[in-house]
């Protein structure tokens, strides 16, 4: 388990009240969202950091607390006139009876009761720092089962094009004013362009298809790629394929395709593992650059209320930087590296385990870093023109038609049974990309080969995106214990879900796109991550869109009578049990006795408020283990905050060219009215 990171240090200024404060009777909750909190005695508490916020506190000892009004030890924090959403079974206290509206903070970072505000004054000494959280929600921090934020940190360094759908017009006149950004004429011939979160499916009209000619219009001779922003699809020009040296005699990588015409020749688009072959000879930012931006792509993950995080994508690099970050201090989160094995390694168990464990051994010790899982890919996207996630009947031709192809399997079930059954009995967990409907079947039937190999009951295995499963195979995860790990932001109407692939797919399968409820009542456990950056960091619009299946950008629902979830389910899932499915639900997910101080504190109650208005919610106050790393009243903390609220709630899946171009600070030849 993580060491709870260090707690504020009260502080002995004059400034701090000369007994215990007490706390006010609670009051209604508001009817819109508070703009800040009311902080009595925190900053004061704080003494010098608090000019700054609470952000590189250092912890007290225990032994320094004052008393609190019944004598015991006093609290480090209690927040209080909160709405509390303990996450346990009914929603109960979680510690001292009656309805839950105060959280006592312990000065080891862990809480030390919860109940009605008036039983816990008990705590407060003077010392204790208060914060009146005005009726809005307290609760366990969001936990993301599936998310990439050193990635984030990476593309977050070059242009995007925030997964605008554009005519070839439009997108050329972006790249042009890219091009001039990033080092204009001085940049001429070899400076890479790469670009980020590009629309696979979004060239106008509907039915383009990306070929390097397109690209290789524009007026420069420096290599260009567009990199998909689901992260399985690459678009070069052709002086990028001449440098990587692809021609049409370059073989498929394992685990990629290169998408060639009828001729035979290479088009530009890569996919999958086959991105590799041209990403390879694109310059690394210098490390002191791709830290920095690290750095800050964490601050708003913890602005957003993200307390822990499954990186579902590691190998030394990701580690490397991990380390660094924490040896600097700017590693707010705990977090869960997933080390990928690819195509190759799934073929042989004991060289993966040699692997894996050699990794481990080498960056165990660095803060803050839980090791025990595996990440494996069995299959691409679902959408067209990509269609390489597997099915288990083939995809259409868009006119109802049957096609030869079902997509890509990367690994067997037989490959990934044996990898399972060497990894779960060596006591790690995995956790397969599985999108299509055969994908989300291979990896039950390898699960079930593990647990009859092992004897295995509780590996705690796990199955991500789930975009389409087969009824048949609900049952099965309950049966197997397997979470299933749902991003649920993409279970809304719009150009991905509806025109790139109700055609390719048909209806009856298109119905059970991301099945929640159906998995939920089949007693499959959900978790929840956002996949970022595959979409923009937009925690609270995902919790919206799981329950509307709608969301902020959503055209309309999908099949929301079917699929939606309810409130408490949702927010279950996206705290205790993402904390189940990463083995810290003993220290993590609920706010109860004992269980680490790992809070947020909401500018609205989440719990009541119109589910449309759960979108814009704002985080006042995060915790990790009792220690403040976001403070929305500091000046990192609204520094922070700014960037969370500037990023567009609809995230990068479709907006149209104008938003790019004027969010680019710099005219690329056309009005953006």
């Not at 692809?246 to 020749?265: K, M, Y």
């Not at 749902?486 to 790139?500: G, I, S, Y």
């Not at 699929?563 to 049990?577: A, C, D, I, K, N």
Request: glycine share 12%.
């Amino acid at each position: 388990m993580t060491t709870p990171l260090p707690l504020p240090r009260p502080s002995s200024s004059s400034s701090a009240p000369t007994s215990a404060p007490v706390l006010p009777a609670a009051s209604a909750p508001p009817s819109a969202p508070s703009a800040a909190l009311s902080r009595r005695g925190l900053l004061a508490a704080a003494g010098a950091a608090g000019a700054a916020g609470l952000l590189g506190a250092v912890s007290t000892p225990a032994a320094a607390a004052t008393s609190g009004s019944s004598g015991r030890a006093s609290a480090a924090l209690v927040i209080h006139n909160a709405r509390v959403f303990t996450g346990v079974e009914q929603d109960g206290p979680g510690g001292t009876g009656g309805p839950a509206r105060s959280v006592a903070v312990g000065r080891d970072g862990r809480i030390l009761d919860v109940g009605p505000d008036a039983a816990l004054r008990r705590y407060v000494g003077r010392d204790t720092g208060t914060v009146d959280a005005r009726g809005n929600t307290v609760m366990s921090g969001i936990h993301d089962g599936h998310v990439h934020p050193l990635g984030a940190g990476d593309r977050s360094l070059r242009p995007s094009l925030e997964g605008a759908e554009t005519t070839e017009v439009e997108l050329r006149a972006i790249l042009t004013g890219f091009l001039a950004d990033t080092g204009g004429a001085a940049a001429e011939p070899d400076r890479w362009l790469v670009v980020e979160d590009w629309n696979p499916v979004g060239l106008l009209p509907t039915g383009t298809v990306p070929h390097h000619s397109l690209l290789d219009a524009l007026a420069t001779r420096r290599p260009v790629i567009l990199v998909g922003g689901d992260g399985h699809n690459l678009w070069a020009n052709r002086r990028a394929l001449d440098i990587a040296g692809v021609t049409v005699a370059t073989p498929d990588p394992v685990g990629g395709r290169i998408v060639r015409g009828p001729d035979g020749l290479p088009t530009g688009v890569f996919k999958d593992d086959a991105q590799d072959l041209v990403k390879r000879h694109v310059p690394e930012p210098s490390r002191a650059e791709l830290v920095a931006a690290c750095a800050a792509v964490l601050e708003l993950a913890a602005a957003s209320g993200v307390t822990t995080m499954m990186d579902a994508l590691v190998g030394r690099h990701e580690l490397d930087l991990y380390r660094e970050l924490a040896g600097a201090g700017r590693l707010p989160q705990r977090i869960v590296p997933a080390i990928r094995l690819d195509a190759a390694q799934a073929k042989d168990p004991s060289a993966a385990l040699a692997y894996a464990r050699g990794l481990r051994r080498e960056f165990e010790g660095v803060p803050g870093l839980r090791f025990g899982m595996v990440k494996v890919f069995l299959d691409g996207v679902i959408e067209h023109p990509a269609q390489t996630a597997a099915l288990l009947e083939p995809y259409l031709d868009g006119a109802g038609k049957p096609t030869a192809n079902r997509g890509e399997l990367y690994t067997s079930a037989a490959d990934y049974g044996r990898l399972t059954a060497a990894f779960n009995a060596a006591g790690w967990q995995m956790h397969a990309h599985g999108l299509g409907d055969r994908a989300v079947r291979t990896a039950l039937d390898g699960y079930a080969y593990a647990r009859r190999a092992t004897k295995l009951r509780d590996p705690r295995n796990a199955v991500a995106h789930l975009q389409l499963v087969d009824p048949a195979d609900l049952r099965r995860f309950a049966q197997l214990g397997v979470t299933a790990c749902m991003q649920l932001q993409w279970a809304a109407r719009d150009t991905w879900t509806m025109e790139a692939l109700l055609p390719y797919i048909g209806p009856r399968r298109h119905r059970w796109m991301y099945p929640a409820r159906s998995l939920e009542r089949a007693g499959a456990r959900l978790s929840g991550g956002s996949d970022w950056p595959v979409d923009a960091l937009q925690v609270w619009n995902q919790l919206r869109t799981a329950i509307d299946r709608q969301g902020a950008h959503g055209s309309g629902p999908l099949y929301r009578e079917l699929e939606g979830l309810g409130r408490s389910s949702v927010l279950r899932m996206h705290t205790s049990g993402t904390a189940w499915q990463l083995r810290q639900e003993g220290l993590t997910g609920t706010v109860e006795r004992g269980r680490a101080a790992d809070l947020v504190v909401l500018d609205r109650d989440v719990t009541r408020c119109p589910v449309a208005d759960i979108s814009g919610t704002e985080v006042r106050l995060t915790l990790v283990g009792g220690r403040v790393v976001h403070d929305a009243d500091s000046a990192a903390g609204k520094a922070a905050s700014a960037r969370a609220a500037s990023r567009p709630v609809s995230g990068p899946r479709p907006v149209s060219a104008t938003a790019v171009h004027g969010g680019r600070h710099r005219a690329c030849g056309c009005a953006t009215g």
